[in-house]
């Protein structure tokens, strides 16, 4: 396990977590509407031992917020999982809900801020307030190791996570990034519906992108 100084704040995952109160006070007003819905943290997904770690925004209210499994229930979710289970990391192309039996394989899947947020925009201070569950994320990423940021805001709080300035490491669709400990950071436009509606982000490109982290994986 890869351990940075800056991370000595990083803490583990937490469903317990109620520090950022207008996240609390949201996912309180979604449950008495759905109450069936997770309406909580959303949990990492995946191979504890992975190599690969995607990083997406956050929850989305009919997606992972309803289902408890990031990427799961909405369309972002349909394309992200085809893609996995293409390139080997997922046992299935469908991730239908936390008891579908889904399994992924050397991937892990997380949010950079992991309660549903307003209109789908977390505040600045609500991503850091967050980071430190990605940090302890990312410290435990071996050497050789790739993280996979979906969008800009997923590309900052994992510099953040790490003690780096995101002015000094661009974000682009396809750029890639060295990150201490020997390991990498890539770079993709998120497989949001409003992306690849508008062909932001087409299929081809997505695929590009973990052909590339298959070939860093080795």
């Known amino acids: 396990m890869i351990l940075d100084p800056s991370q000595s704040q990083s803490e583990r995952f937490s469903l317990a977590c109620r520090r950022c109160p207008r996240l609390v006070a949201f996912l309180g007003q979604v449950r008495s509407e759905f109450p069936s819905y997770h309406c909580a943290p959303v949990p990492p997904f995946g191979d504890p031992a992975a190599r690969l770690l995607v990083v997406g925004l956050a929850p989305g209210m009919h997606g992972a917020n309803a289902s408890g499994r990031p990427f799961t229930g909405d369309h972002a979710g349909i394309i992200l999982y085809a893609t996995l289970h293409r390139f080997g990391f997922a046992s299935g192309s469908e991730s239908r809900g936390v008891d579908d039996g889904l399994v992924l394989s050397d991937c892990r899947i997380t949010n950079a801020v992991k309660c549903l947020p307003p209109a789908n925009k977390p505040t600045g201070k609500e991503v850091r307030t967050c980071n430190r569950y990605l940090a302890a994320e990312l410290a435990g990423l071996t050497a050789g190791s790739v993280v996979l940021a979906l969008g800009a805001v997923a590309h900052a709080a994992v510099l ?17 990034h060295v990150l201490p400990g020997g390991r990498h950071l890539l770079d993709s436009y998120h497989c949001s519906r409003y992306n690849t509606q508008t062909r932001r982000l087409t299929e081809p490109m997505f695929h590009a992108v973990f052909v590339r982290a298959r070939a860093l994986l080795g």
């Open 160 to 176: 953040r996570a790490l003690g780096l300035r995101p002015a000094d490491l661009h974000f682009g669709h396809g750029a890639e």
